[in-house]
């Protein structure tokens, strides 16, 4: 079963505008993870926020994370056509074990 | 520096063969995960190694077997394949422990059972 769900699926838009893309999560986590992946390969790493974060920043990358909500939000500024690739949340929690559960994720197309 | 290495990138199989898509990683992680990717439903995991010598079911173990042969190694085993087994296979590592850290992924294996 999934956790991380995103919204939108997909989303396109033009080369300097602002993506935001939105994850909900349905159980308590430890953290909130996003990754990008882009045509053909595997998953990159982008940014982990963990349950007592509220905001976290990385470049042009700014992740909230609101637990009484279960969602949290990747907002991309001044985007770039090299930013065209899908992005998966994951959500961390300690649970009978390991499990971290991927979202199916966000299709961003940037538009030179 | 090659992180994450998957071999093979692409294979076709038949219904009923056997194969092991291997899987190596060169940054010291402890721990160590084989995923399926399937159109729209994001990854699921099939099973991980927390550290060397031990090896736990994640979501969709069924049909799968899996060797952690060293530090390094992970291997994913494929008995008897089946149709519903073609997928996009993704290996992943991390340090490990249990303080959740990113996962470094490979590229994949693009598998076919036909």
């Known amino acids: 079963s999934q956790q991380g769900e995103e919204d939108p699926q997909a989303l396109s838009i033009q080369e300097g505008e602002n993506a935001t893309m939105n994850c909900s999560y349905k159980t308590s986590i430890n953290n909130l993870q996003w990754y990008r992946q882009n045509s053909g390969r595997g998953l990159v790493h982008l940014i982990l926020i963990r349950s007592n974060e509220r905001e976290k920043h990385s470049g042009r990358l700014r992740v909230t994370l609101d637990t009484s909500k279960k969602s949290s939000s990747l907002l991309i500024t001044a985007s770039r056509a090299a930013d065209t690739a899908s992005y998966f949340c994951a959500t961390d929690a300690w649970g009978g074990g390991f499990k971290t559960i991927f979202g199916a994720g966000t299709r961003l197309f940037v538009k030179a | 520096n090659a992180g994450v290495t998957q071999t093979p990138k692409f294979q076709v199989l038949k219904t009923g063969q056997s194969m092991t898509l291997q899987c190596a990683q060169d940054?010291?992680?402890?721990?160590m995960y084989w995923y399926r990717q399937d159109p729209g439903m994001g990854l699921r995991l099939i099973y991980y190694?927390?550290?060397?010598?031990?090896?736990d079911k994640g979501e969709v173990p069924n049909g799968y077997n899996v060797s952690r042969l060293n530090k390094r190694e992970f291997s994913l085993r494929l008995e008897s394949a089946a149709p519903s087994q073609t997928s996009v296979y993704f290996c992943?590592?991390?340090?490990?422990?249990?303080?959740?850290?990113?996962?470094?992924f490979g590229d994949g294996t693009r598998l076919s059972i036909l």
């Open positions: 190694s927390a550290s060397e010598g031990t090896t």
């Open positions: 940054m010291n992680h402890n721990s």
């Open positions: 992943a590592s991390s340090e490990g422990g249990r303080d959740f850290q990113p996962q470094h």
